[in-house]
């Protein structure tokens, strides 16, 4: 079995987390998968929540390291980030997409399809798959209800591309995925 991810493990900037998290497991008390897509931001990034300084809503993301920032997106789709960088900083990484393997049936309840591919690919979707809502927001990561393990010692083939869904710095590579995952929310450019 994988070793836990603690604190320190998302200590570094967010895109060299946001990749080294490409093939790790997450799991929300007991559901959840094989992390295949992610993206990262930072305070210095026009796109990130934290660019204009710390907010009721973002101050999550200042950190400590290893926490979640979690956030509903367009009103609708609560968003699972995990903190990085030292405290105070505010950055953090995107999970963007999941290959289902645990909970299976507690996800396709919970987000009303049957499809395993339609399950987490897609960052409101592994929200709703996961059961995330704000009331895991600023939560360890290494602590129920989250598990966060390591990916397996062979690194696996990363895909980096540009984020997508936003409007600002469109073109900064910062998206990752794990090479030919089926489980990506849209295929790299």
């Known amino acids: 079995m994988s070793r836990p991810l603690v604190p320190e493990d998302f200590a570094a900037d967010a895109p060299v987390v946001a990749r080294a998290l490409i093939g790790a497991t997450l799991l929300v008390d007991g559901v959840g998968g094989i992390i295949v897509e992610t993206e990262a931001y930072d305070r210095d990034d026009p ?37 990085c960088r030292e405290e ?42 996961l059961g995330i809502t704000r009331a895991l927001n600023a939560q360890r990561l290494d602590r129920p209800p989250f598990q966060v393990l390591a990916a397996p010692q062979r690194a696996p083939e990363v895909t980096v591309g540009p984020r997508i869904g936003i409007s ?13 995952s089926p489980y990506l929310s849209q295929r790299f450019r």
């Open 168 to 180: 600002k710095a469109m073109d900064v590579p910062w998206r990752f995925g794990l090479a030919g």
């Open 88 to 129: 105070g900083h505010g950055a953090g990484v995107l999970i963007r997409a999941l290959e289902p393997t645990h909970g299976l049936e507690r996800m396709r309840e919970r987000r009303g399809v049957q499809e395993t591919r339609l399950l987490c690919s897609g960052p409101g979707r592994v929200g709703q798959a």
């Open 47 to 83: 796109a990130s929540h934290t660019h204009g300084g710390p907010t009721p809503r973002n101050q999550s993301m200042f950190g400590p390291p290893g926490r979640s920032y979690v956030y509903r997106s367009y009103g609708i789709h609560w968003c699972l980030n995990f903190v």
